[in-house]
């Protein structure tokens, strides 16, 4: 299963480009669903299935995925619509959790975390993308607007840890009041939690495996292109793999004023200079809004101009821990990222914490480097782009408790 997330800010051609590269996908690479995240729906609108304006609303969302007429091959669309299955259940279950931890000696990084686990939307969102997956070829998600689509790829990370982390609190909570001490509710929360849990660490291998990608959407303006790279570092910092950037609506061709296709083709150099080490594509400004499967298949081959419509090419990072003579040494893919806006951390559980601006990523160590202290950072420039380069001493017979890069 291939799975392509679709990300980019508000209007830039994000659900365009998504229902355009799944129809490719559905043409060359087999049974494709088109999922959107974004709660303003208008998947249907561009493949051109909701009809005149007297028909808007009937296909917007749909409960389970509906195929779409005249697609050149399998493709299915669905629009979540997490609010109509908001139930409180899911607050409840926030509320209680942040009274478990309370008292129960958890450690204060995850502490930290647990109050900045997103929305229920956001949770309900990827379970549901998870819970369709299932039985396609690939995976085209159509994501909501830069800001809550990095909320939402944060999340299974966030949560994964704190059950695994935070529990074994349920033993902790155990020896506090015994078992007999323990509430239905408590209990019942903590299983609720940890199936929760279990669900989406399998959204999250999903989204972030070596099957998974990102594509940013931008458009030929400085302002939307400095939210990209911003938006690209992130990803990146979290484990995801960017596999190239699509410049939209680029005015190219007779029509359009000199000053404005100059400007653009500036900016198209500017992208290209800085996704040096990304594929880079332009989609050009066309005369008619991109409606409708034969106008989409239009716009996806300028784009791909025949490449795999789920790769464009990138080479993706890892973060192999590898050994250097007596030190060892762990990369973290942050291309663009300045060391000042860079915080390293290792918890008491042997999580090494990277923080970058407001995001934080968690990344288990392995044993071998458990042992180990951290000695230092730096910024390296590798095949992949730049790293975080975390390094490790071995033998020395304590943990580092925080060290700051
Ligand atoms: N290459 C293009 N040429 C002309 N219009 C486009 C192009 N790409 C997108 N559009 C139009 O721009 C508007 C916003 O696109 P949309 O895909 O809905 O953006 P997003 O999902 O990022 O908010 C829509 O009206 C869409 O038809
Ligand atoms: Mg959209």
């Given amino acids: 299963m291939r799975v392509l997330l679709v990300a980019g800010k508000g209007g830039v051609g994000k659900t365009t480009l998504a ?4 129809l490719a996908a559905a043409r060359d690479r087999g049974r494709t669903l088109l999922v959107s995240t974004d709660p303003a729906h208008s998947l249907t609108d561009v493949l051109g299935m909701t009809g005149d304006a007297g028909r808007v609303g009937e296909w ?6 509906v195929a779409v007429p005249d697609a050149p091959g399998d ?6 619509d997490t609010r109509a299955r908001l139930d409180s259940a899911w607050t409840t279950l926030r509320g209680t959790l942040g009274g478990l931890l309370d008292g129960a000696g958890v450690d204060p990084l995850v502490a930290e975390e647990i109050a900045a686990v997103p929305g229920v939307d956001d949770v309900l969102a990827l379970l549901e993308v998870g819970s369709y997956a299932d039985g396609y070829d690939v ?6 607007p830069t800001a809550e689509t990095l909320r939402l790829l944060a999340l299974p990370e966030a949560l994964d840890r704190l059950v695994s982390r935070g529990f074994p609190m349920d033993r902790r909570i155990a020896r506090l009041l015994g078992p007999a001490g323990m509430s239905p509710s408590t209990v019942e929360a903590i299983d609720a939690l940890e199936r929760l849990a279990r669900e989406l660490t399998a959204v999250r291998d999903l989204v972030t495996g070596p099957h998974a990608s990102v594509r940013l959407v931008t458009t030929p303006e400085r302002v939307v292109l400095a939210e990209t790279e911003r938006a690209r570092t992130t990803l990146a910092m979290l484990g995801h793999h960017v596999d190239g950037v699509v410049v ?8 359009w004023p000199a000053a404005i296709s100059e400007r653009h083709r500036d900016m198209l150099v500017a992208a290209r200079d800085r996704f040096a080490d990304l594929p880079v594509r332009f989609a050009p400004y066309a005369d008619a809004e991109p409606v409708g499967v034969e106008a989409l298949l239009e716009l996806a081959d300028v784009v791909l101009g025949g490449d795999d419509p789920l790769d464009l090419g990138a080479v993706r990072a890892s973060t192999e821990v590898r050994a250097d003579g007596d030190r060892w040494f762990l990369d973290v893919s942050v291309p663009g990222a300045h060391l000042d806006d860079l915080d390293i951390a290792v918890t008491a559980d042997g999580d090494l914490v990277v923080d970058l601006g407001p995001h934080r990523r968690v990344i288990a160590l392995p044993p071998v480097l458990r042992r180990c202290e951290v000695s230092g950072a730096s910024l390296d420039l590798t095949e992949t782009g730049q790293v975080l380069r975390v390094h490790f001493d071995r033998d020395l017979d304590h943990w580092s408790a925080s060290v700051r890069s």
């Fill in 19 to 22: 229902a355009a590269t799944a």
């Fill in 60 to 65: 917007r969302v749909a409960a389970e995925p």
């Fill in 75 to 80: 493709l299915d669309v669905l629009q979540i």
């Fill in 139 to 144: 995976l085209v998600v159509d994501c909501a």
């Fill in 248 to 255: 939209n609506r680029v005015a190219v061709g007779e029509n």
